[in-house]
């Protein structure tokens, strides 16, 4: 008895040693040590844009890193900057990220960057080199959202905004601004390349650029005070601001064209992502002054059909919405005609909205509207054996209706217009 | 020689575990699919088909209740023939452990340890696993029965997050696919279920083995569930071409997981359901390994051979693939060796049993 105990306890102490020699490896190999990086050695990358310079080495990188001495407020003033904007070239991206590491003695951190702006003549080239990259690094998550600039993207990186101390950030907060608002389509790199993937082999990016808001403004304001003997003496500032503004049409990787503000929200009408947003046109019978409305719900349909053995497109949508303001002088809102005469009014509107879009789209033959994926979803066989091939041409040239169902619901606090009764 | 006990509940969890954890890592099912626009009709006629796929074996474990594969090869075949069987197995589960181990590796240092040796981070894995093996099966079939319903909900979650980035268009079936060709391009996720060959080994140390039908054809049931949401919505979020190019597309999912803008990155979650479920179908496989090596050469004890066993797995899992196109490629090879294992050898050593059984009883 006494024996097998002590031979018991021996067999313990062994059995303890070897689970703390299986222990202490795990505890190295637990703590990750190999891949350490202490985070003061990183340079936190906020934005990246990429341009394109014909040459030896066309990549142009630009890269704008968070400093976070500079963030600090109230500290003493000093006087850095909060952001530093780098940039390098190189043969391919990685070769001008290593000629980063040149420049800088902290290593660049991608992990955060939630935007890249492609400059125009980057986006022409072809973006199939650089998102491959993108797509292969793991630092780079498939969200980021993608800009295009008709500008390149090294200046739009170096603007100041106004309220946002990092501009990149601000950018991105543009961004989710914007897709709550639903002025601009929006793409992230994974629906981008989705899209040109896809049977359309198309994808709208919404194009990012820098206006001198503030110049424009103060010239048509001497306009209207030219008159005056007093000069209004405005500061000619010239501060440059950077605008979401109208959308950049991809057919397959390459830039082949952009679409204006307002055809880029008929391009929101029809693949349904309008969110909110307004309708602003003149009154039925006075074209000086304006109607408006705020735009409540919106449902688009888009039907492909064969009609004599040809394809054709009919968009179908449905709006509904409320007057947001009246300043015409003949309208009474408060009869239910002049709502039917209305709700025509705004279909029209509508329907020459839409159809702007997709006549511009046909003409830079990129199918961003997802026509073509559509019509295959629809009538897989039919597509293949006769649209497959030379798809941007047939899309050129495709039938396209559009119906537009208006409906008004409310009409605000007021009954009629101007809130006085003349 | 121990006489150990896993309730079922518990081989329910080792059986779900073991099937899905690869494919939450690198699924092949994508590039299989002839379009993966079809994946929701696809996937649901891959049931039928992995349910009746899984007859043979199961019919197989119920004639000998007693007796391991390794044992009863040798019965049905003959000593010789039947000795060669079960050093196929051997080889067959050596095999599948250090592909497991270096999928761990592989979508470790791709992804989060790009500086570590691919090396360091396959021996930890294994000293926890051989650690777990010499304490026993019991213990791996609790570890399974307490995290795989973690992992279950954790991808749930994950999914659920994930799921305002999808887009119901990518996942509209256009049905080019025809019936026929839905289960030819189903076969290869069918022959996967090498959890079929594993069980037949562990199937004599099942408490009440006599009812596991529902535990298999469950689990099967399960995972393909699991499946259809994972797989449906990867589909959905990076659309049907692009998601063939993606070699972890269940980590990019939750890469893109994006609620309210500030609930993000969270993928250092998928990485912890994706290291216990790693560990507990590599303890499941070389438990198995050292199980049938045990049974083949009639040992009393199988502790002795655990850790030379384990280096055995660690070297296969360096030395098999020299990168990691080899190793994708090698998971398309490998459907003709798992068709083979989990199927064909199983249904001929059924039809032998059905066809000496008479004459084995008038000699009776």
Same mark, same amino acid.
């Given at each position: 008895?006494?024996?097998?105990?002590?031979?018991?306890?021996?067999?313990?102490?062994?059995?303890?040693?070897?689970?703390?020699?299986?222990?202490?490896?795990?505890?190295?190999?637990?703590?990750?040590?190999?891949?350490?990086?202490?985070?003061?050695?990183?340079?936190?990358?906020?934005?990246?844009?990429?341009?394109?310079?014909?040459?030896?080495?066309?990549?142009?990188?630009?890269?704008?890193?968070?400093?976070?001495?500079?963030? =600090?407020?109230?500290?003493?003033?000093?006087?850095?900057?909060?952001?530093?904007?780098?940039?390098?070239?190189?043969?391919?991206?990685?070769?001008? +990220?290593?000629?980063?590491?040149?420049?800088?003695?902290?290593?660049?951190?991608?992990?955060?960057?939630?935007?890249?702006?492609?400059?125009?003549?980057?986006?022409?080239?072809?973006?199939?080199?650089? +998102?491959?990259?993108?797509?292969?690094?793991?630092?780079?998550?498939?969200?980021?959202?993608?800009?295009?600039?008709?500008?390149?993207?090294?200046?739009?990186?170096?603007?100041?905004?106004?309220?946002?101390?990092?501009?990149?950030?601000?950018?991105?907060? +543009?961004?989710?601004?914007?897709?709550?608002?639903?002025?601009?389509?929006?793409?992230? =790199?994974?629906?981008?390349?989705?899209?040109?993937?896809?049977?359309?082999?198309?994808?709208?990016?919404?194009?990012?650029?820098?206006?001198?808001?503030?110049?424009?403004?103060?010239?048509?304001?001497?306009?209207?005070?030219?008159?005056?003997?007093?000069?209004?003496?405005?500061?000619?500032?010239?501060?440059?601001?950077?605008?979401?503004?109208?959308?950049?049409?991809?057919?397959?990787?390459?830039?082949?064209?952009?679409?204006?503000?307002?055809?880029?929200?008929?391009?929101?009408?029809?693949?349904?992502?309008?969110?909110?947003?307004?309708?602003?046109?003149?009154?039925?019978?006075?074209?000086?002054?304006?109607?408006?409305?705020?735009?409540?719900?919106?449902?688009?349909?888009?039907?492909?059909?064969?009609?004599?053995?040809?394809?054709?497109?009919?968009?179908?949508?449905?709006?509904?919405?409320?007057?947001?303001?009246?300043?015409?002088?003949?309208?009474?809102?408060?009869?239910?005609?002049?709502?039917?005469?209305?709700?025509?009014?705004?279909?029209?509107?509508?329907?020459?909205?839409?159809?702007?879009?997709?006549?511009?789209?046909?003409?830079?033959?990129?199918?961003?509207?997802?026509?073509?994926?559509?019509?295959?979803?629809?009538?897989?066989?039919?597509?293949?054996?006769?649209?497959?091939?030379?798809?941007?041409?047939?899309?050129?040239?495709?039938?396209?209706?559009?119906?537009?169902?208006?409906?008004?619901?409310?009409?605000? +606090?007021?009954?009629?217009?101007?809130?006085?009764?003349? | 020689?121990?006489?150990?006990?896993?309730?079922?509940?518990?081989?329910?969890? $080792?059986?779900?575990?073991?099937?899905?954890?690869?494919?939450?890592?690198?699924?092949?099912?994508?590039?299989?699919?002839?379009?993966?626009?079809?994946?929701?009709?696809?996937?649901?006629? @891959?049931?039928?088909?992995?349910?009746?796929?899984?007859?043979?074996?199961?019919?197989?474990?119920?004639? *000998?209740?007693?007796?391991?594969?390794?044992?009863?090869?040798?019965?049905?075949?003959?000593? /010789?023939? @039947?000795?060669?069987? @079960?050093?196929? *197995?051997?080889?067959?589960?050596? $095999?599948?452990?250090?592909?497991?181990?270096?999928?761990?590796?592989?979508?470790?240092?791709?992804?989060?340890?790009?500086?570590?040796?691919?090396?360091?981070?396959?021996?930890?894995?294994?000293?926890?696993?051989?650690?777990?093996?010499? $304490?026993?099966?019991?213990?791996?079939?609790?570890?399974?029965?307490?995290?795989?319903?973690?992992?279950?909900?954790?991808?749930?979650?994950?999914?659920?997050?994930?799921?305002?980035?999808?887009?119901?268009?990518?996942?509209?079936?256009?049905?080019?696919?025809?019936?026929?060709?839905?289960?030819?391009? $189903?076969?290869?996720?069918?022959?996967?279920?090498?959890?079929?060959?594993?069980?037949?080994?562990?199937?004599?140390?099942?408490?009440?083995?006599?009812?596991?039908?529902?535990?298999?054809?469950?689990?099967?049931? /399960?995972?393909?569930?699991?499946?259809?949401?994972?797989?449906?919505?990867?589909?959905?979020?990076?659309?049907?071409?692009?998601?063939?190019?993606?070699?972890?597309?269940?980590?990019?999912?939750?890469?893109?997981?994006?609620?309210?803008?500030?609930?993000?990155?969270?993928?250092?979650?998928?990485?912890?359901?994706?290291?216990? @479920?790693?560990?507990?179908?590599?303890?499941?496989? /070389?438990?198995?390994?050292?199980?049938?090596?045990?049974?083949?050469?009639?040992?009393?004890?199988?502790?002795?051979?655990?850790?030379?066993?384990?280096?055995?797995?660690?070297?296969?899992?360096?030395?098999?693939?020299?990168?990691?196109?080899?190793?994708?490629?090698?998971?398309?090879?490998?459907?003709?060796?798992?068709?083979?294992?989990? /199927?064909?050898?199983?249904?001929?050593?059924?039809?032998?049993?059905?066809?000496?059984?008479?004459?084995?009883?008038?000699?009776?």
């Amino acid at each position: 008895m006494h024996n097998k105990r002590k031979r018991s306890s021996f067999t313990g102490l062994i059995r303890r040693c070897v689970a703390l020699g299986l222990i202490l490896p795990l505890m190295a190999g637990t703590a990750g040590c190999w891949d350490r990086t202490e985070v003061e050695k990183l340079a936190i990358v906020a934005g990246l844009g990429i341009d394109f310079i014909p040459g030896p080495e066309p990549i142009l990188l630009t890269v704008q890193i968070v400093n976070p001495s500079g963030l =600090q407020k109230g500290g003493g003033g000093s006087s850095s900057p909060p952001f530093l904007t780098l940039s390098a070239t190189g043969a391919t991206i990685l070769d001008a +990220m290593r000629n980063f590491a040149k420049a800088s003695p902290h290593r660049l951190f991608y992990g955060h960057t939630n935007v890249i702006i492609f400059g125009d003549r980057m986006a022409r080239e072809g973006l199939h080199p650089v +998102m491959d990259y993108l797509a292969r690094a793991p630092e780079f998550r498939r969200t980021f959202w993608i800009l295009v600039t008709p500008a390149t993207a090294k200046e739009i990186l170096s603007v100041k905004l106004d309220l946002e101390d990092i501009p990149a950030l601000g950018v991105t907060e +543009m961004v989710k601004e914007f897709r709550q608002s639903a002025a601009a389509v929006i793409e992230r =790199q994974k629906d981008f390349l989705s899209g040109i993937s896809s049977k359309s082999g198309a994808a709208p990016v919404s194009r990012l650029e820098l206006l001198d808001a503030d110049a424009s403004i103060n010239e048509r304001l001497q306009e209207v005070t030219a008159g005056d003997s007093q000069q209004t003496s405005m500061p000619a500032q010239g501060k440059k601001q950077l605008r979401l503004n109208g959308t950049a049409a991809f057919r397959k990787d390459k830039l082949v064209g952009y679409l204006s503000d307002a055809e880029s929200r008929g391009l929101l009408w029809i693949t349904g992502k309008l969110n909110g947003g307004s309708v602003i046109m003149p009154c039925p019978e006075d074209q000086q002054h304006k109607i408006s409305f705020h735009i409540e719900r919106t449902k688009s349909k888009v039907i492909p059909y064969f009609r004599d053995g040809k394809l054709n497109i009919k968009i179908d949508i449905e709006e509904e919405s409320s007057i947001a303001e009246v300043s015409c002088d003949k309208l009474d809102v408060s009869k239910p005609e002049t709502i039917k005469q209305l709700e025509e009014l705004q279909a029209k509107d509508i329907e020459a909205r839409i159809k702007s879009t997709v006549e511009k789209c046909q003409a830079l033959r990129a199918d961003i509207l997802r026509f073509g994926d559509t019509a295959y979803t629809r009538f897989p066989k039919l597509w293949k054996e006769r649209y497959e091939e030379d798809w941007p041409d047939h899309f050129a040239n495709l039938p396209v209706a559009v119906k537009v169902t208006s409906k008004i619901r409310r009409a605000g +606090m007021t009954s009629k217009s101007g809130g006085t009764t003349k | 020689m121990e006489k150990a006990a896993i309730p079922l509940h518990q081989v329910f969890w $080792m059986f779900v575990c073991s099937r899905f954890i690869l494919n939450l890592v690198s699924n092949p099912f994508f590039n299989e699919l002839a379009n993966d626009r079809d994946i929701i009709p696809a996937l649901i006629i @891959g049931v039928p088909v992995q349910l009746i796929y899984a007859v043979p074996f199961l019919l197989l474990w119920l004639k *000998y209740p007693e007796r391991s594969l390794i044992e009863y090869s040798s019965s049905i075949l003959g000593r /010789f023939l @039947g000795k060669i069987v @079960g050093l196929l *197995y051997i080889g067959y589960f050596l $095999m599948q452990t250090a592909i497991t181990v270096r999928f761990f590796d592989d979508f470790l240092v791709t992804r989060f340890f790009y500086h570590t040796p691919m090396e360091a981070i396959g021996l930890g894995l294994l000293v926890i696993v051989v650690y777990a093996v010499y $304490m026993g099966v019991e213990v791996i079939g609790r570890c399974a029965s307490v995290l795989v319903p973690v992992i279950f909900f954790g991808m749930l979650l994950l999914v659920a997050l994930a799921f305002s980035q999808a887009h119901g268009y990518n996942v509209a079936p256009t049905w080019e696919t025809s019936p026929g060709e839905f289960m030819i391009t $189903m076969l290869p996720t069918a022959t996967r279920w090498s959890e079929l060959a594993w069980t037949a080994v562990l199937f004599p140390l099942i408490r009440k083995r006599q009812n596991i039908k529902p535990a298999v054809f469950g689990g099967i049931i /399960f995972v393909n569930f699991l499946f259809f949401i994972v797989n449906v919505s990867v589909v959905a979020i990076f659309g049907p071409v692009s998601v063939k190019n993606i070699r972890f597309p269940t980590l990019e999912m939750v890469q893109s997981v994006s609620v309210g803008e500030f609930l993000d990155r969270v993928e250092s979650l998928v990485l912890g359901l994706w290291v216990f @479920g790693a560990f507990v179908k590599t303890a499941i496989f /070389f438990y198995v390994c050292v199980q049938c090596v045990t049974e083949w050469f009639k040992l009393k004890d199988r502790k002795p051979l655990i850790i030379p066993m384990g280096i055995i797995v660690y070297l296969l899992s360096i030395l098999l693939f020299s990168n990691i196109v080899e190793l994708s490629i090698f998971s398309g090879t490998v459907i003709p060796i798992d068709f083979a294992f989990t /199927f064909l050898l199983p249904l001929l050593m059924l039809l032998i049993y059905f066809v000496k059984k008479p004459f084995q009883k008038r000699s009776s």
